[in-house]
């Protein structure tokens, strides 16, 4: 079965900064997709990224970028130029190649909060 | 990105009751899932349906809960007799019909709060 880890329950950032969320995964499979989503106050999960396991290159969709080290088994969300609609819950997620439905298992989350 | 709604977008129910809930993705997609998060925690996954059929579901997915798409587009969650410990958010969730092969992404609708009192 498949595990994600976010060990960082809330993060603080200055405004025009970068930060990076930590998240960490476990599997044995060889094929997967690893994603991560922002859920503000309001409650919707909006995606905001995906990496393959079989790219060799780091994802990155404007301001967001994926740290992936495949051998470390970690895929660490960068945010660069912090604004303040940054504020939200940041959750990583997992799907299996191998799985019929490809179910997503997401990670605890972790709430960042931007700073003016 | 593709779009999905969600109705109702909060619903109160006394315990015992049966709800459904529908997702609506506004073109033709044939993956489909359900999740759940309840207040202050991670999101879990219920059961994904494709080609009108269940292809997996969770532990969660017990035989209070069902799923279908009975005019082939309105996708629904059924929860026979609520308890008060279905009180969460629930998302259906679709996948991206025009990913080439090995991505997956999954877009979710904005979610119904269900409360069980």
């Known amino acids: 079965a498949q595990k994600i880890t976010q060990t960082q329950p809330g993060m603080f950032v200055q405004e025009k900064e970068a930060v990076t969320l930590d998240c960490t995964y476990d599997?044995?499979?060889?094929?997967?997709?690893l994603f991560w989503y922002k859920q503000p106050s309001s409650g919707e999960m909006i995606f905001l990224i995906y990496?393959?396991?079989?790219?060799?290159q780091n994802a990155t969709e404007g301001r967001y970028s994926l740290n992936f080290q495949k051998a470390r088994k970690s895929a660490n969300l960068v945010i660069s130029a912090s604004q303040l609609g940054d504020s939200a819950m940041y959750f990583c997620?997992?799907?299996?190649?191998?799985?019929?439905?490809?179910?997503?298992?997401f990670g605890g989350g972790t709430r960042l909060m931007v700073k003016p | 990105e593709p779009e999905v709604t969600q109705t109702p977008s909060h619903q109160v129910t006394q315990m015992g009751q049966e709800v459904i809930l529908r997702c609506v993705p506004i073109?033709?997609?044939?993956?489909f899932y359900w999740y759940r998060q309840i207040l202050g925690q991670k999101v879990e996954f219920l059961v994904s349906f494709y080609n009108n059929e269940i292809s997996e579901k969770s532990e969660i997915f017990d035989d209070q809960f069902s799923v279908e798409r009975p005019d082939g587009s309105n996708f629904t969650l059924k929860i026979r007799s609520t308890k008060l410990e279905d009180s969460a958010m629930y998302f259906c969730?679709?996948?991206?019909?025009?990913?080439?092969?090995?991505?997956?992404?999954?877009?979710f609708g904005p979610g119904t709060r269900l409360t069980v009192l």
């Open positions: 073109s033709n997609h044939l993956y």
């Open positions: 997620a997992m799907s299996l190649r191998t799985n019929a439905g490809n179910m997503l298992t």
């Open positions: 969730a679709i996948l991206d019909p025009n990913a080439g092969v090995g991505t997956d992404t999954q877009y």
């Open positions: 599997t044995s499979d060889q094929s997967y997709g």
């Open positions: 990496q393959g396991s079989y790219d060799e």
